[in-house]
């Protein structure tokens, strides 16, 4: 295997043993086999669509193949294996869509085609997968995409960014938002990685294309939460537990968790949000469910110590599962496109298993818990902006940080709290994602009952960290680099790779990026961004701090 997509990546190069994150060489094989059908199903797509011929199956399938092989999804090769062969009738339906004409891009698309042929009969459903297909992934790994260590380095920060988006793309689907100019994006910039005639600056240019579109999907994501659970607001959420049964809901899909409160309401459980689930008590039509008990746990890579302690059922939505412990193994579920091999598997919306699972297991304690503030998205703020905006022209808050972004293992994530803690206090902190476990629980006070820390949301509510800086900008009538606003991001998987896209996108300037830098971005990608961009490496928080603030 030779994988190094996340932040984990070994030596802080590449995993060629077995993945930091768990993930075996033969998942890793089966991984890549899955990315080389979704470029050969992307390239007859696309051809299709010249043609003005789509098809919605191949649409939603381009998602859900992209989303399992984000970091931390899909560790299971039965449930990759079932992909393949989903993907191998995908593109022949694209085949016939686009018709034998298009067949002209040569090696790399046969090459493609051949990832299908070991074993695989006509109706896919019945196929028997062989290890033929596992040696064939191996053949397809990152490594093979250019020749050229720049020309690769741009196109895996695409492929990443891609693989980011589609998981937005996914979250709004399920609540019934798309959008045709997406997809054919997808299928455009995907199907762009098998053209040999292709150089260093298209994929540049295809890259922040991406940071476009993915502004367009986090706006729908956005309008999809909103439409249905209403406009986030200040909530305070207790992060002990209560007396009785429970459920653990880990992930960021909130359809799904709206689906377990339904279906165990007058049940006697409660039910528990973990990791990037914790924005969800923010919305009206999700806390209006009395057992919507509280936030359990930190961010996911403490799941391995805290999830033993949590007596009821857990089920994962999303990304961020790992190796579990026998401990808890029994009773865990994964949902959707995240699988772990031997863990129960559920699709569709019947939770009857998790909440069986949850009456049979023993009672959670009564044991309450430090209480935090979450709710802060866009509307909720630009609600405040004419304090805001006195409190910054009387010199009240002197300066914004936002300090977010994904969380990790990996040491040197404790600069993120440090930083936080150094924060003058007339300076406001304006956190997202998982990131800001590192401190959500530290009392940073207000400024004139503006509280000094808000917490915007999910990562994909980076849009609403968006607006509120565009908002900002307007009343202030300057442009975002000129507002006393830093980023200082944290990134671990795909979509922090693909929000940086969009944070490129708009202009966005001076970022800094921890807590190392991609493994997958080449020295001369790096000098690209750095000399039109100045993003630049986290170093200390005092030597940051003062660079900033002077």
Known sequence: MYCHQCEQAAKG???????????????????????????????????ARKQGKKDMQIDKFMLAGLFAIVTNVDFDPKHLEELIARCYNMEKKAMDLAGTSCCGIGKLVSGIKEAFKPGVPADAKDWKPTSDLIKQGESYSIEHLHADPDVRSAIEILIYGLKGMAAYAHHAMILGKTDDEVFAFFHRALAATCDPNLGLMDFVNLAMECGKVNLTVMGMLNEAHIGHYGKPEPTMVNTGTRK??????SGHDLKMLEEVLKQSEGKGINVYTHGE??????????????????NFGGAWQDQAKEFPEFSGAIIFNTNCIQRPADSYKDRLFTWDCVAWPGVRHLEGWDFSEVIDKALACPDLPEAPGKEIM????????????????????????????????????KPGRNYYTE??????????????????????????GDIGGIPRLLDVGQCNDAYS?????????????????????????????????????????????NIKLGPTLPAFVSPNVLNYLVENFNIAPISTPDADLKEILG
């Open 13 to 47: 190069v590449a995993c060629t043993v077995t993945g930091v994150c768990g993930k075996q060489p033969e998942t890793a094989a089966l991984q890549d086999n899955l990315l080389q059908g979704l470029r050969g199903l992307a390239y007859y797509a696309n051809e």
């Open 244 to 249: 009785g049964k429970g459920i653990l809901v």
């Open 277 to 294: 689930m914790l924005p969800a008590h923010g919305y009206p039509g999700l806390k209006k469910y009395k057992h919507l008990a509280g």
């Open 374 to 409: 979450v709710g802060f998205g866009h509307d909720a703020v630009l609600g405040v902006a004419d304090k805001v905006i006195e409190a910054v022209k009387a010199g009240a808050v002197k300066h914004f940080f936002l300090i977010g972004g994904c969380d990790g293992a």
């Open 419 to 444: 930083f936080a803690e150094k924060v003058p206090k007339d300076c406001v902190i304006l956190t997202l994602a998982c990131g800001k476990y590192r401190f959500n629980k530290l009392d940073f």
């Open 465 to 509: 960290a968006i607006q509120i800086a565009i908002a900002l900008a307007g009343a202030f009538e300057c442009g975002v680099n000129d507002l006393p606003l830093s980023l200082i991001l944290s990134w671990y998987e795909q979509k922090a790779v693909v929000i940086l896209l969009t944070l490129l996108h708009l202009g966005i300037k």
